[in-house]
């Protein structure tokens, strides 16, 4: 299980990536570097390139949040593994408290040096 954990981890980082990637080459308000594929352009088209890489955003976003998921019930482990009533109820209770003392402590006064001639 732990493997595949592993697995699905790496998958999602370099989803991540490809991601980070494809969001830097779509045209944004401003002049985005998909305007530096000048030949791209021209043999697709501006739209079809903007649309293409529209829908590779949407693919990359859907396939880490599906791995995700798939990855946390990979893990093996849910709510109920965890059982903290025998810990709670074992607890050592003959643990003495501290005594705080009655009046407060009397404070003694710095010892004062003279100073050496």
């Given at each position: 299980?732990?493997?595949?954990?592993?697995?699905?981890?790496?998958?999602i980082?370099?989803?991540?990536?490809?991601?980070i990637?494809?969001?830097?080459?779509?045209?944004?308000?401003?002049?985005?570097?998909?305007?530096?594929?000048?030949?791209?352009?021209?043999t697709?088209?501006?739209?079809?390139?903007?649309?293409?890489?529209?829908k590779?955003?949407?693919?990359?976003?859907?396939?880490?949040?599906?791995v995700?998921?798939?990855?946390?019930?990979?893990?093996?482990?849910?709510?109920?593994?965890?059982?903290?009533?025998?810990?709670?109820?074992?607890?050592?209770?003959?643990?003495?408290?501290?005594?705080?003392?009655?009046?407060?402590l009397?404070?003694?006064?710095?010892?004062?040096?003279?100073?050496?001639?």
């Amino acid at each position: 299980m732990n493997t595949l954990f592993t697995i699905l981890t790496v998958l999602i980082v370099i989803a991540a990536i490809l991601l980070i990637l494809v969001v830097l080459l779509q045209n944004g308000k401003g002049e985005g570097l998909a305007s530096n594929f000048v030949a791209g352009n021209q043999t697709l088209g501006v739209r079809q390139t903007a649309d293409i890489l529209e829908k590779f955003t949407w693919g990359l976003v859907t396939f880490i949040i599906v791995v995700a998921i798939i990855a946390s019930f990979a893990t093996g482990t849910n709510g109920s593994d965890i059982d903290l009533t025998d810990d709670i109820e074992n607890v050592n209770t003959n643990q003495q408290q501290p005594e705080f003392p009655a009046a407060p402590l009397p404070q003694e006064a710095p010892a004062t040096e003279t100073p050496a001639n």
